[in-house]
């Protein structure tokens, strides 16, 4: 399993960016995406996580609900989650997971930290 992110940047507060995880194989469409984020010397955060299935199901911490927006392209085998209105305090590593448990998001989104599969992260800066 391959997870690689991209889109990560520098941003002014309260501008956006989106990133994206491309995914291999089929694994988009049969286990729950989510992003974990590791700020400069503080615990990683699980923010956001979505399910497979034709329900879609999201799951956001409360740090960021109503500013991202989770999203997949099962074609494309890529998560999406357009990070809105970004602060200061949401600077950090942004890494893409798997969980390889399956589609139901278990413990979203504190348990997506502990995901099986995780990326190689992607920096994020506000300033």
């Known amino acids: 399993v391959q997870l690689v992110e991209s889109g990560g940047g520098s941003v002014q507060a309260g501008r956006s960016l989106r990133l994206s995880c491309a995914s291999s194989?089929?694994?988009?469409?049969?286990?729950?995406m989510g992003w974990v984020r590791q700020p400069p010397d503080k615990e990683r955060e699980g923010v956001a996580a979505i399910n497979t299935g034709g329900g879609i199901a999201t799951y956001y911490a409360s740090s960021v609900k109503g500013r991202f927006i989770i999203s997949r392209d099962n074609a494309k085998n890529t998560v999406y989650p357009p990070m809105n209105d970004l602060q200061p305090e949401d600077a950090a590593v942004y890494y893409c997971?798997?969980?390889?448990?399956?589609?139901?998001?278990?413990?979203?989104?504190?348990?997506?930290?502990?995901?099986?599969?995780r990326g190689q992260g992607t920096q994020v800066t506000v300033s």
């Open positions: 997971a798997a969980d390889p448990r399956g589609g139901n998001c278990l413990g979203a989104p504190s348990a997506v930290t502990d995901f099986g599969y």
């Open positions: 194989g089929s694994i988009v469409s049969t286990m729950c």
